[in-house]
């Protein structure tokens, strides 16, 4: 398996010109088309092996027959047709972007090149790049793929051939790099140790690399992975299946992902139901899926995190079918048990997310097992030190196999009051404000069942052991309250707790803004969501149709300005609404006791493209499509520059170049500008939105504006300045003075 290139540690960077650096493929093909004319040779035989060779080796394999004297004409030749021709010669996608974050990090650069001196200065020029170091054919006995000019380069910056990354675009590049010893980033699809689309990918990865820790400030996705890709065309989605949209997400800014559960269950709750915490399910593709998936995602420079469920095991989880069978078993105190109350009923009043009592009784040992979801979930007791231990280990077995952390299931629900006692009832005109649960459940005031404060000495634990391997833990913490969720991630808890302030609301703008100014203000490392597999879609919420997708996208530039991490559920990026499950054909537990709760709606397949299946899958879908139209489609919104997608990925590129320079500070503040628009100030990051229903007054804009949600033309290098009027969900990022590049 490839090594994951050590971006931190790295000493230069040593790039290819052609193909790489400068952008000059036409003029290169004109060049070969010109000359194999006038050699007689078919032209698509020459393009198939000129690119990334000197051109006396591309002659030489081409005409056999030519004496070296007449291959050294012939290749002169080729140059000189190559020499004068400059005019549609440019720096490729991300070039300068690359270059300045160079600089800006203090990395040594240079240019090793199969062309001459005189055509590579020449290429570069128009291209205006001034290499510090600048090795060409001139300098080398033998050209690409011999690894002497890599070796050189690196010789002459002084530093490790291993700590230098070589990038380039063509296969002979590569042999050379990996024959020099280095690590290689291969563009064009090609297969190095890192994949880029471009190199502002590769800027993008370097600042990361050099952000500590690595989750700070990064873009999470979550990825329901019964519904995000189906390799095998039996309509449930797989590991492999998402491996084959990493590109997607790399190309939307993604810096994690986080997978649902991928464990052996019998998927009562779909993977929520574990069986076996150390083996990968059959039905996703089995443990080799899974170090394939990680290997790809790490070769694009993203990272991987995993579903922690512990709260509770499914009932076919050897340590339950253990427990269950003897009050004396060993495992037995590895789940919660009590006799039955006096009159033959559960323990107490606690109630299951999924309707009816939180306990079951069994049978064989005459005892009640607890289990807050469903009885086929019993609930693990974590107040047993030997439950506590395993947890560990597996914990420990998933980060040393590749996984760069966890999503943590229900983990504020593990440790349950000492004494079980009764949870009291809320007053009649209060509910608990939270969705995917039943209505008698947020009758109750869950002040013993869940929550408890010893929960934090468990995320301690964790913690520890996340640390030895740089992982990164994310809590599911329902706590409303920004106050209270911050204790959950204070000192040394848990890196980081979604807030669900946004996922549990509506669209009331006054509300969201003063409940996303107090989460704001409450810690540096919340994580931002609008939505999830377990309620319904963002901009369903918000009203939906193209309101409610403006809505979500306009939450989505104010997310971007806010410290911690920022996370996007599939289809988010699409503007998805719910999707459509008609009745009897949905397949989640909790709908069986409050069909108006159905988590289904936010769990139908993700549209890839259009037609049957949707590009999700071959065969018959798990889930109902959910009537996407083509329009929803990632195919249909790549190709529209004004889509969802297309807009979302253009904040999140113009994201990732302020999070360096402009937003080195963890301090946020809300700023008044005035005109009734919310803004926030982070450094020299700044988020302007319209959350309103009406066009604004104008306003003074305090930094140029380098993404506007509604005109694709305000980029970093083409900002807006002075004074606007913001349409309805109109937003926009600004940045103070922008460093040149
Ligand atoms: C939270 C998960 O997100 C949800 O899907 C699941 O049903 C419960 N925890 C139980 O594990």
Redesign the pocket.
């Known amino acids: 398996m490839r090594r994951r290139p050590d971006l931190g540690g790295l000493e230069a960077v040593l790039l290819d010109m052609d193909g790489t650096l400068v952008d000059s493929d036409a003029s290169v093909e004109r060049a070969w088309s010109t000359w194999a004319g006038e050699y007689g040779v078919p032209v698509d035989t020459v393009l198939a092996v000129a690119h990334g060779s000197p051109a006396g080796r591309t002659v030489a394999h081409l005409l056999p027959r030519l004496g070296p004297e007449e291959v050294a004409i012939a290749a002169r030749r080729q140059l000189a047709l190559q020499y004068d021709d400059l005019s549609d010669v440019a720096a490729a996608p991300g070039a300068h972007e690359l270059l300045a974050t160079l600089d800006r990090c203090g990395l040594p650069w240079a240019v090793v090149t199969s062309a001459d001196g005189r055509l590579a200065k020449a290429r570069l020029a128009a291209a205006g790049i001034d290499p510090p170091l600048l090795l060409t054919i001139d300098d080398v006995r033998h050209g690409k793929p011999d690894p002497e000019g890599y070796l050189r380069a690196a010789g002459l910056l002084r530093a490790d051939p291993a700590a230098c990354l070589v990038v380039e675009d063509s296969e002979p590049g590569l042999a050379a790099g990996t024959a020099a010893g280095m690590p290689t980033a291969a563009l064009r699809g090609l297969d190095g140790d890192l994949r880029l689309f471009d190199l502002g990918h590769l800027a993008h990865l370097l600042r990361r690399a050099r952000t500590s820790p690595w989750w700070r400030d990064a873009v999470g996705y979550q990825v329901y992975l019964p519904s995000f890709g189906d390799s095998t065309g039996d309509g449930w989605g797989d590991l492999a299946g998402a491996g084959e949209h990493l590109d997607h997400l790399a190309r939307l800014g993604v810096d994690v992902v986080w997978l649902t559960p991928f464990f052996r269950s019998p998927m009562r709750?779909h993977g929520?139901d574990i069986a076996d915490h150390r083996v990968v399910d059959p039905s996703f593709g089995g443990d080799a899926a899974l170090d394939e998936l990680l290997a790809r995602a790490h070769r694009r420079g993203m990272r991987v995190i995993g579903d922690l469920?512990v709260?509770?095991t499914s009932d076919a989880h050897p340590w339950f079918t253990a427990a269950s069978s003897s009050r004396a078993d060993p495992y037995r105190d590895y789940y919660i048990w009590r006799d039955p109350a006096p009159d033959g009923g559960p323990p107490n009043n606690w109630l299951s997310h999924f309707g009816g009592p939180a306990w079951t009784f069994s049978e064989a040992t005459g005892q009640y097992y607890l289990h807050l979801?469903s009885p086929e979930?019993p609930d693990l007791n974590w107040r047993n030190p030997a439950l506590a231990a395993q947890v560990d280990k597996v914990i420990e077995h998933w980060l040393a196999r590749g996984l760069d952390g966890f999503r943590i299931?229900?983990a504020a629900y593990l440790v349950k009051d000492a004494d079980l006692r009764d949870n009291p009832l809320l007053p009649a005109d209060l509910l608990v404000p939270v969705g995917g649960v039943t209505m008698e459940w947020r009758r109750q005031d869950h002040r013993h069942d869940i929550h408890q404060p010893d929960v934090h000495a468990v995320h301690e634990r964790w913690r520890r052991v996340a640390d030895r391997h740089d992982a990164f833990l994310v809590g599911?913490v329902y706590e409303l309250d920004p106050g209270t969720l911050a204790r959950f991630v204070d000192g040394e808890r848990l890196h980081s707790s979604f807030w669900f302030g946004l996922v549990e609301s509506g669209w009331d703008p006054e509300r969201i803004d003063t409940m996303l100014a107090a989460a704001a203000a409450a810690s540096p490392r919340l994580s931002w969501v609008q939505g999830?597999?377990?309620r319904p879609r963002a901009a369903t919420r918000y009203g939906g149709g193209q309101v409610g997708r403006r809505r979500s996208l306009a939450l989505h530039v104010l997310m971007a300005s806010l410290p911690g991490t920022m996370w996007i559920y599939q289809g988010e990026e699409l503007g998805l609404g719910d999707g459509h499950v008609p009745r009897g054909h949905g397949a989640d537990p909790l709908a069986t006791a409050e069909p108006g709760q159905s988590?289904d709606a936010a769990r139908t397949p993700m549209p890839w493209r259009p037609g049957p299946g949707l590009g999700f899958t071959t065969g018959r879908p798990w889930l109902p499509e959910g009537g996407r139209t083509d329009a929803d489609t990632v195919a249909a919104q790549e190709a529209d520059p004004a889509s969802h997608l297309t807009t979302l990925r253009r904040l999140l590129t113009t994201r990732r170049r302020l999070a360096g320079p402009a937003a080195a500070t963890d301090e946020i503040a809300r700023a008044d500008l005035g005109a009734g628009v919310t803004a926030y100030r982070r450094g020299g990051l700044w988020a302007v939105a319209n959350l309103r229903d009406a066009t604004s007054a104008e306003v003074e804009l305090p930094a140029p504006a380098v993404f506007d949600s509604d005109d694709p033309a305000v980029t970093p290098e083409r900002p807006r300045t002075g004074r606007v009027r913001l349409a309805p969900q109109q937003a926009l990022l600004l940045a103070g003075p922008w460093p040149a590049s």
């Open positions: 709750d929520y469920v709260n509770h979801f979930q299931d229900t599911e999830n597999h377990d988590r």
